[in-house]
């Protein structure tokens, strides 16, 4: 029993990275631009947050650092994406490209380098309940923060103004220009914004899930997180809900591994992407219901006056 | 301020030097680079332009290191001129390996001389069908190819993982994880004696030219072209899409496949855990820097190769990482994608 | 597109390619011979009578891995350090085990390199190939098995280094678990989980060993993931055959014990960390070294070292191990020095009931090698195994 209730710990944790992440995009692609560069831009904050907190031993400049250079990679991409009308597609991919390169690169005199080790959180008395207390209550800060982001942020995008202004550009950006929105402006500082969560999600990878830096060590999870917007037909609580179940299934292999289930391990190994197709496939084929809920201009570029 | 004037037209001009200032723009970026680094910006460039044509064996090795690149984003460019994102052309490579590995290693001694051809075919039949999935899901499910094809690349490298350390691992290998080399019956042909360039540079040459005719005297490769550009149009003029996005899949799991049975069975000569290299991807950037056409793409599949390649040699001569290639690819699509809005916009000063 | 308008403009490229290609042949000429770029300042070639050997070594990671590739490295620095101006040493790494290492490779000998050691079991064939055009280099391959008149390889007996770790690990562990992390079911990994085992069976027979598979050398987050994986299925002690200090770190936030692995991994996980099983390349480069200096190297041929030639030790022991097993530790790496002690002395059976090695016999060299199966007390089959 003990068992399943750290192994519910863990999924937790794991699916934390892939929902801040994905909810960054969400909001990326609820004002219509695909960022296909989350994948660098994680990678390029994760090392910013390392080493922001090797430099100062604090946690939460590292999370602002990542959130920071997250930003201002989105940034470039939002200018190039946005003003210039570059593909959006072909932007993302240089994006993610680059930012593996020069983390890469950058990255170099840092893998060597080791944190201080880590807090163990646990919340006072919901911490110490049989079974719940280790299965829920003993995770990060971070980890809570991302529900109640989940949760912020539909109310946001749902009963506020500038939400509904949002979703709006989103789905008829010449209507919002034409209302005197500046639409261009809100979709940078919503790519901006999606940028920086981006950056968290990196942020608390290096720093918190696997405290060390190494090239490449995002391996993947910005892709999934793309996945999962289209997977939670764009609102944030299916994101949430979506992100704890590949964290599930990425510790799942693991877990199966270890209890000597009799399968290969590169089948088990292949389970979170295999189960993401297979959900892209169901959620994908009913082109009503993907109309209904996919922001309308997601991915084409937006021209004022035409 | 800086205004953007829309052109009447298309700049003809800028459609082929964006590229050229956008590699201006990426070596100005890299001197800098170097010289921040405290190296020499000379020989940072002799070591990334010079040095990888010096020699008939670096020229040799700098085709064998494009030949993939080239095959892989003529595909590709099928796929984006149809505006289907292919980006899982590194799991198609894969599987065209893999099947390719498996004829060779079906094959005895005594194999007959056409074997290398079967070898290649496999690997076709492979790519393509790696990418009949992604077709299959986007045509019936409308599913996103970009994250399934990309999600199938994942996949696809866990086959390889399974069939090189179970059913395909070599027997007299001490258990490590590799198939028996491939006989030299099975091999693809090499060019010349002393270089590693091999009929893969042929049939990349020949694929340059099929693709011009494809995409320039077929009504098939204009169908899938007018899809990319004006979907309604297509609609409008009786062009399948469905058609178009089964063509373009098929056509770039085909040179994908191919890639990957060419390096297997050439350069490589086994199928090993470290077959993806990354190709699939690079190719994006070749497609693109060679503005998806065909003669274009020669050039820029030579010009990533020179990226690798002096890479690789600033290690061991300038002290500096391999990751600085990767840093060069994308500064490359970045400024190109940058350089390519002077196509359709003029830069304009006003006050 | 007319045909004058396409020409001009092909000829405006070509020429703005030749120039640039000229600018930077000029730049070339000025260069006299390519310097070997090693971060750490290699001797400035002395005007001493033979020219310094040059030697270069291909890496598999990075230098900064702190684990398999940064053990090679210290390995190069002690030839440094040994024969000074005598040497000049120089590396790259991040060489994937793929068709690009038979370039690099090739490179290394045309550069002048006189001695190449390749530093992972994928450069194996492209190492043969090279070598097979370059019978005046001497080229060195680890953990391999072919070898040539100017190859020859050499290899650790890390499972020295797992079973030391074992008797420490069966004294610690408090549930009878143990967590190994392990990297690609080869023989030498598995020879090494197996040990281990034994090991700790020595000082307690009731332990059990579970196994994860990350199927790869160097994943830190996949490291961790299996780390957490074991911990959650009860193994508080950790041992590892993966690269990175990823799995110490995991058991010092989750407040259990683990081990370094190739190099001294303290620093990493001070609270959790029980002892390090190193790798020390040192002693086997120097005496290829030499033997190339003096003329006596010759290929084929497999070197084997262990604790017996100062290849293998375990260190860092942590102050909180009993004196007793400290004391047992110390015997048994002694006994393995002078050849007295065998950790593969039979009876030995396997986790199916089958004896694989008879009463009091040892096990040899050959056996070990081609190794395919888990002992009794490893939990699993190994994957890909019929």
Redesign the interface.
């Given at each position: 029993m003990e068992?399943y209730a750290?192994?519910i710990a863990?999924t937790l944790s794991?699916g934390t990275v892939l929902a801040i992440a994905s909810l960054g995009l969400l909001i990326n692609e609820k004002v219509g631009v695909l960022n296909?560069g989350a994948e660098?831009m994680m990678l390029c904050s994760a090392l910013a947050g390392f080493a922001a907190v090797v430099a100062t031993g604090n946690d939460w400049l590292g999370f602002a650092m990542g959130m920071l250079v997250g930003a201002l990679l989105a940034g470039v991409f939002g200018i190039?994406v946005i003003?210039?009308?570059?593909?959006q597609?072909?932007?993302g991919?240089?994006?993610t490209?680059?930012?593996?390169?020069?983390s890469?690169?950058a990255g170099?005199?840092?893998?060597?380098e080791?944190l201080a080790?880590?807090v163990?959180f646990a919340l006072p008395w919901l911490g110490d309940l049989p079974w719940f207390g280790p299965a829920l209550f003993r995770q990060h800060p971070l980890v809570y923060l991302t529900v109640a982001m989940a949760v912020g942020l539909a109310l946001w995008l749902y009963r506020t103004r500038w939400g509904l202004v949002l979703r709006c550009v989103g789905e008829n950006p010449a209507s919002a220009h034409a209302l005197g929105y500046r639409v261009r402006l809100i979709r940078l500082a919503a790519v901006m914004v999606g940028g920086a969560l981006c950056g968290l999600a990196g942020a608390y990878?290096s720093v918190v899930?696997?405290?060390?830096w190494?090239?490449g060590?995002v391996?993947?999870k910005g892709?999934i997180a793309?996945?999962l917007t289209?997977f939670a037909t764009w609102r944030p609580a299916r994101v949430l809900l979506g992100a704890y179940l590949f964290g599930g299934v990425?510790?799942l292999q693991?877990?199966f591994?270890?209890?000597?289930v009799?399968l290969?391990?590169?089948?088990l190994?292949?389970l979170p992407?295999?189960a993401?197709?297979l959900v892209?496939?169901?959620i994908?084929?009913n082109?009503q219901w993907?109309r209904i809920n996919m922001p309308a201009s997601l991915g084409k570029p937006f021209h004022p006056g035409g | 301020m800086l205004r953007l004037e829309a052109r009447g037209q298309v700049s003809r001009f800028w459609t082929f030097a964006s590229p050229v200032l956008a590699l201006a723009i990426t070596v100005l970026i890299g001197v800098a680079l170097f010289m921040a680094l405290g190296k020499n910006p000379v020989r940072g460039l002799e070591v990334f332009f010079w040095l990888p044509i010096r020699s008939g064996y670096a020229l040799g090795e700098l085709l064998v290191k494009a030949t993939p690149l080239l095959i892989i984003a003529l595909g590709l460019s099928v796929c984006f001129r149809a505006n289907v994102w292919n980006i899982g052309a590194e799991g198609q490579y894969v599987l065209g390996a893999i099947f390719a590995s498996g004829v060779a290693l079906g094959a005895g001694p005594q194999s007959q001389s056409w074997l290398p051809a079967a070898v290649v075919l496999a690997g076709v039949a492979g790519g393509m069908l790696w990418a009949s999935i992604t077709a299959f899901l986007r045509d019936r499910f409308n599913a996103n190819e970009i994250l399934v094809s990309l999600m199938l690349v994942y996949v696809a490298i866990q086959v390889l993982g399974y069939l090189v350390t179970g059913p395909w691992k070599d027997p007299l290998g001490y258990n490590f994880p590799q198939s028996k080399t491939f006989d030299a019956v099975a091999l693809v042909p090499r060019l010349f004696t002393g270089s590693r360039v091999n009929v893969g540079a042929i049939l990349a040459l020949l694929g340059v030219a099929l693709l011009w005719v494809f995409l320039f005297r077929t009504g098939t490769g204009f169908a899938v072209q007018v899809g990319g550009l004006a979907p309604k149009a297509a609609r409008f003029a009786g062009f399948s899409a469905r058609r178009s996005i089964w063509v373009a899949l098929l056509v770039s799991g085909a040179c994908a496949g191919l890639a990957g049975a060419l390096e297997v069975a050439g350069p490589i000569g086994q199928l090993t855990p470290y077959v993806p290299a990354g190709y699939g991807f690079a190719a994006i950037i070749v497609a693109f820097v060679g503005r998806l056409h065909p003669v274009g793409m020669v050039f820029s599949s030579l010009l990533l190769s020179m990226f690798y390649i002096g890479g690789e040699m600033a290690q061991s001569r300038l002290g500096l990482t391999r990751s600085l290639t990767d840093v060069f690819q994308g500064l490359l699509l970045f400024s190109l994608l940058a350089c390519d809005t002077l196509l359709a916009y003029r830069v304009r000063w006003r006050r | 597109m007319t045909d004058l308008f396409k020409r001009s403009l092909f000829k405006t490229l070509a020429l703005g390619t030749v120039a640039a290609a000229a600018l930077v042949a000029c730049g070339k000429k000025e260069e006299a011979k390519p310097a070997a770029a090693a971060p750490a300042p290699a001797a400035a070639p002395a005007p001493a009578k033979p020219d310094p050997l040059k030697i270069a070594f291909a890496y598999v990671g990075p230098v900064g891995d702190g684990g398999w590739t940064f053990a090679h490295d210290n390995g190069r620095k002690a030839i440094e350090k040994e024969f000074g101006d005598k040497v000049v040493t120089s590396f790259v790494e991040n060489v994937p085990e793929s068709a690009d290492a038979e370039r690099v490779i090739r490179d290394m000998a045309a550069q002048g390199n006189k001695l190449i050691f390749g530093t992972t079991f994928g450069y194996m064939d492209p190492m043969l190939k090279v070598a097979g055009d370059n019978a005046g280099v001497k080229f060195e391959h680890a953990t391999g098995y072919k070898q040539g008149a100017n190859m020859r390889t050499y290899d650790s007996r890390t499972y020295e280094g797992a079973y030391l770790a074992g008797l420490i690990a069966g004294k610690m562990t408090k549930s009878n678990t143990l967590g190994v992390v392990a990297s690609i079911p080869i023989p030498e990994v598995i020879r090494n989980i197996n040990s281990f085992t034994l090991g700790a069976q020595v000082s307690n027979p009731k332990v059990k060993t579970k196994v994860v598979w990350i199927n790869g050398w160097f994943d830190p987050p996949k490291e961790s993931e299996a780390a957490s994986t074991l911990i959650n299925g009860g193994a508080d002690v950790l041992f590892q055959n993966t690269d990175s200090p990823a799995v110490l770190k995991t058991a010092e936030t989750k407040g259990k014990r683990a081990f370094g692995w190739d190099s001294d991994m303290t620093s990493y996980g001070p609270k959790a960390h029980l002892a390090s099983a190193v790798i020390n390349w040192g002693p086997y480069y120097i005496k290829a070294t030499k033997e190339a200096l003096d003329g006596s190297w010759q290929g084929g041929g497999n070197t084997w070292w262990g604790v017996k030639e100062g290849a293998i030790d375990i260190v860092s022991i942590a102050d909180d191990v009993p004196a007793d097993t400290k004391a047992k530790v110390a015997e048994v790496k002694k006994g393995l020095a002078d050849g007295s002690y065998s950790i593969w002395k039979g009876p030995i059976t396997d986790n199916t009931g089958k004896v694989q090695i008879a009463k009091d016999t040892v096990a040899d060299d050959k056996f070990l090698s081609g190794l395919n199966f888990y002992v009794k007390g490893v939990e699993g089959k190994i994957p890909g195994a019929k």
């Open positions: 068992t750290l192994l863990s794991a296909l660098g190039l003003w210039l009308n570059t593909n597609y072909a932007t991919l240089a994006l490209l680059f930012g593996a390169g020069i890469a690169f170099t005199a840092y893998v060597k080791t080790p880590r163990q990878l899930y696997t405290p060390l190494v090239e060590m391996a993947g892709w793309l996945a289209t990425t510790m693991f877990h591994q270890s209890t000597g009799e290969p391990s590169q089948v190994s292949m992407y295999l993401t197709i892209l496939a169901l994908s084929r082109p993907i | - | -």
